[in-house]
T-cell receptor, first 117, second 110 residues
């Protein structure tokens, strides 16, 4: 069964350091999402790509976070510099092309658990 | 006010019990509705979509009330394996965009 791949699974870093997370969506999925999930809360959308274009990054803290999907396939999310409040699970999800205005199922990767010390 | 609100629980129920979760959403233009399940320290997975006419999948029944902007999930004959967090999810109208509630935690005990 096709899966969304993420790496690393766990990352411990010190504040002010740079971190990067990688995601490979299910083959052929045009839409890719990065979410942040703080313990006890639901996933919060950081950025949404349609192919290689950003379609929603309204909740991305752009002073320290950046995301790219240069060839419209895999994606990287970067944080520089990391802050204590960035400790969370970072989830990547993807979905295939569907009817505009409707939501197709989002398939999630296993996530990267970030701890900032 | 949060866009999607749920009772965080936890709901502690014995095996075989029936349990119901509710969820409210703020955007009346919302188009699609879902319940996702998330096991501890795992990723969310789609449990079921929620249709205006209501839908049932085995022991799970989902209902939507657009007038009250309210979604429900009913689990009958609870199993130990149903223990998880149930996330109420809404498409507010953007293409393939989803808004997640904070989740309701269910613990089923023997």
């Amino acid at each position: 069964e096709a899966e969304v791949a993420q790496s690393p699974r766990y990352k411990i870093t010190e504040k002010s350091q740079a971190v990067a997370f990688w995601c490979d969506p299910i083959s052929g999925h045009a839409t890719l999402y990065w979410y942040r999930q703080i313990l006890g809360q639901g996933p919060e959308l950081l950025v949404q790509f349609q192919d290689e274009s950003v379609v929603d990054d309204s909740q991305l803290p752009k002073d320290r976070f950046s995301a790219e999907r240069l060839k419209g396939v895999d994606s990287t999310l970067k944080i520089q510099p990391a802050e204590l409040g960035d400790s969370a699970m970072y989830l990547c999800a993807s979905t295939g092309r569907g009817l505009a205005g409707l939501s197709n199922e989002q398939f999630f990767g296993p996530g990267t658990r970030l701890t900032v010390l | 006010r949060k866009e999607v609100e749920q009772d965080p629980g936890p709901f502690n129920v014995p095996e075989g019990a029936t349990v119901a979760f509710n969820c409210t959403y703020s955007n009346s233009a919302s188009q699609s509705f879902f319940w996702y399940r998330q096991d501890c320290r795992k990723e969310p997975k789609l449990l079921m979509s929620v249709y205006s006419s209501g839908n049932e999948d085995g022991r799970f029944t989902a209902q939507l009330n657009r007038a009250s902007q309210y979604i429900s999930l009913l689990i009958r004959d609870s199993k130990l394996s149903d223990s998880a967090t149930y996330l109420c999810v809404v498409n507010p109208g953007g293409y393939n965009k989803l808004i997640f509630g904070a989740g309701t935690r269910l613990a089923v005990h023997p």
